[in-house]
């Protein structure tokens, strides 16, 4: 029977020599011949910590598929790891001032929507009233309009008054003018 178990190797080797980010391990029960052979053999692919459970467990065989073994890879899934967190931090960070003013954003819009239609009220009210004081201006209005429509007819009749008199006194002064070359020219 198999038996695959995996682990973080650094958690697991309590801060001794980290061989990769992520070991899975492969354990096949078998005898001690096995074992003997596998420790003996194979002791430079595995790290202290399967030794150990090796050295501690007689009867299993250990085999092992290992993710990332160099230290570099490590490094960077580590370095990449921390720089996750703080970006996700940050981001958490930013948005948790941003969602608490949401509420804020739905209170202020209905407020926004109530004064509106205030206003659109006062506007109406305002429209009515300017009505009634241009209807009541038109009203009190209405005689002077009148009174001034007569006297701007009365001033469009003596102008005409004026410009046939100044016709006749024209045609007078013409006719003087004629009658005095006829005197002068008898003379």
């Known amino acids: 029977s198999k038996l695959e178990l995996g682990f973080d190797a650094a958690a697991a080797a309590g801060g001794g020599e980290v061989t990769s980010d992520r070991d899975i391990l492969r354990l096949d029960v078998g005898g001690a011949k096995d074992l003997d052979n596998n420790i003996n053999g194979d002791d430079g692919e595995h790290g ?31 370095q990449r790891i921390d720089n ?13 001032p941003l969602g608490k003013c949401i509420d804020l954003v739905f209170q202020d819009v209905d407020s926004i929507n109530n004064e509106l239609l205030s206003w659109k009220q006062k506007i109406k009210v305002n429209r009515a009233r300017v009505t009634q004081e241009e209807q009541k201006t038109q009203k009190a209005l ?11 007819n009365d001033i469009a009749t003596q102008q005409q ?10 045609q007078n002064e013409s006719r003087t003018k004629d009658i005095i070359q006829k005197r002068l020219l008898n003379h």
Request: hydrophobic residues 40%.
């Open 161 to 170: 008054l004026i410009l046939q008199k100044k016709a006749v006194l024209l």
């Open 84 to 96: 996750m967190k703080d970006m996700i931090q940050k981001l958490c960070q930013t948005c948790l």
């Open 142 to 152: 209405q005689p002077l309009m009148e009174q001034l429509q007569q006297i701007q």
């Open 48 to 78: 202290k910590l399967v030794r150990d459970i090796l050295d501690a467990q007689s009867g299993i065989k250990l085999n092992t598929a290992r993710v990332g073994t160099h230290r570099t890879d490590s490094a960077h899934s580590m």
